[in-house]
T-cell receptor, first 113, second 113 residues
Framework: EAQVTQNPRYLITVTGKKLTVTCSQN?????MSWYRQDPGLGLRQIYY???????DKGDVPEGYKVSRKEKRNFPLILESPSPNQTSLYFC????????????FGPGTRLLVL | GENVEQHPSTLSVQEGDSAVIKCTYS??????FPWYKQELGKRPQLIID?????GEKKDQRIAVTLNKTAKHFSLHITETQPEDSAVYFC????????????FGQGTTLQVKP
């Protein structure tokens, strides 16, 4: 089944404890993104990647890191999480090209205490 | 810069009525405008999209219209049903170089039985 997967789905952590949220897609998509969703603010892009080893900042990159060593995986790393990073995170992927459908992962709900 | 404004933020209609959600954008170099539906606790999913060389597109009870001169596009849902209740996001791609998808803030639609 073609899909985008994320893990974990739910995570409670404490300030400063490094964490990684994994994202994987099996559709051979070139383009992958991370978004955070907060009430009233919609979906804001954190980082995106246009292909392997090509990543760039989105609108809200502060406090996050990403890597794209393989085409299928695009992990999101929070080196030192803070409470303002408490949010719902979505990974997404699509083929390169303007009119291609973007598919979202199931989401990761993160609470930073 | 690129920006998408979405209105209204909440919309309540009676079952069977029509619902209209409008988005405006600031960058005229527009290419592609998808609409996503996000049901409670689920991921956003594409419901309809329109390219910049088309003025209107219809799929059963939903339609999208695009006015490039006025820089706005709208989602129309006719004969609304309770299962249409969800958060709807408009989006746009304004740069074919980055392919970045910019989302509106979202509209919470409630369809009352």
């Amino acid at each position: 089944e073609a899909q985008v997967t994320q893990n974990p789905r739910y995570l409670i952590t404490v300030t400063g404890k490094k964490l990684t949220v994994t994202c994987s897609q099996n559709m051979n998509h070139e383009y992958m993104s991370w978004y955070r969703q907060d009430p009233g603010l919609g979906l804001r892009q954190i980082y995106y990647s246009m292909n392997v080893e090509v990543t760039d900042k989105g609108d809200v990159p502060e406090g996050y890191k990403v890597s794209r060593k393989e085409k299928r995986n695009f992990p999101l790393i929070l080196e030192s999480p803070s409470p303002n990073q408490t949010s719902l995170y979505f990974c997404a992927s699509r083929l390169a090209g303007v009119g291609e459908t973007q598919y979202f992962g199931p989401g990761t709900r993160l609470l930073v205490l | 810069g690129e920006n998408v404004e979405q209105h209204p933020s909440t919309l309540s209609v009676q079952e069977g009525d029509s619902a209209v959600i409008k988005c405006t954008y600031s960058d005229s170099a527009s290419n592609y405008f998808p609409w996503y539906k996000q049901e409670l606790g689920k991921r956003p999913q594409l419901i309809i999209d329109i390219r910049s060389n088309v003025g209107e597109k219809k799929d059963q009870r939903i339609a999208v219209t695009l006015n490039k001169t006025a820089k706005h596009f709208s989602l129309h849902i006719t004969e609304t049903q309770p299962e249409d209740s969800a958060v709807y996001f408009c989006a746009g791609i304004f740069s074919s170089n980055t392919g970045k998808l910019i989302f509106g803030q979202g509209t919470t639609l409630q369809v009352k039985p």
